[in-house]
């Protein structure tokens, strides 16, 4: 994964201003994180953008603190960060938790479709992206886009 601030350490300059983009670039394709039975993933295991799992059992990931998370990313406030579950070698459901400092968006508060849902099927469906948004530097709003 690389950062706006890594691709143009200085931003851009148009018109005389001066962009930041608040946004986190895709993830690495040989760069996966296995959790393959409840516990709380790692800041690292989170930055690399995707995590599989494949257990047998129902799973439940725990997202670290805002703080570890914003920390490790240089989050700032305004900044997001997608992360995909593949769940589609596993034999029960993923459930996604927050930690400390971790906030349920409000669509993730609904039950109406699949959008804000923090379960991730098993199966040739089990896959989700979900988004991480910061709003400072040490606390996120995390919710199911996809």
Known sequence: ???FEQ???NGFEQGGYLYRLPAFFGH??????????TATATAAQVATG??????????????????LLGTYLGAQQG????????NTGGANTV???????????DAANTTAGS??????????????????MFSSATTYV???TA
Not at 28 to 37: D, G, Q, V
Not at 52 to 60: N, R
Not at 79 to 86: S, Y
Not at 115 to 132: D, E, H, K, N
Request: aromatic share 10%; glycine share 8%; no cysteine.
């Open 95 to 105: 459930t996604m938790a927050v930690a400390t400092n971790g906030i349920k968006s």
């Open 50 to 67: 995707y995590i599989t799992s494949t257990s047998a059992a129902a799973t439940t990931i725990t997202l670290p603190t805002g703080t």
């Open 115 to 132: 959008f804000g849902q923090l379960t991730v099927a098993s199966g040739a469906t089990g896959i989700g992206r979900f988004t991480i």
């Open 79 to 86: 900044d997001t960060f997608d992360l995909f579950v593949d």
């Open 28 to 37: 690495n394709a040989n760069s996966r994180a296995a959790i393959n039975a």
């Open 142 to 144: 995390f919710t199911r």
């Open 7 to 9: 691709m143009y350490p």
């Open 1 to 3: 994964m690389i950062t």
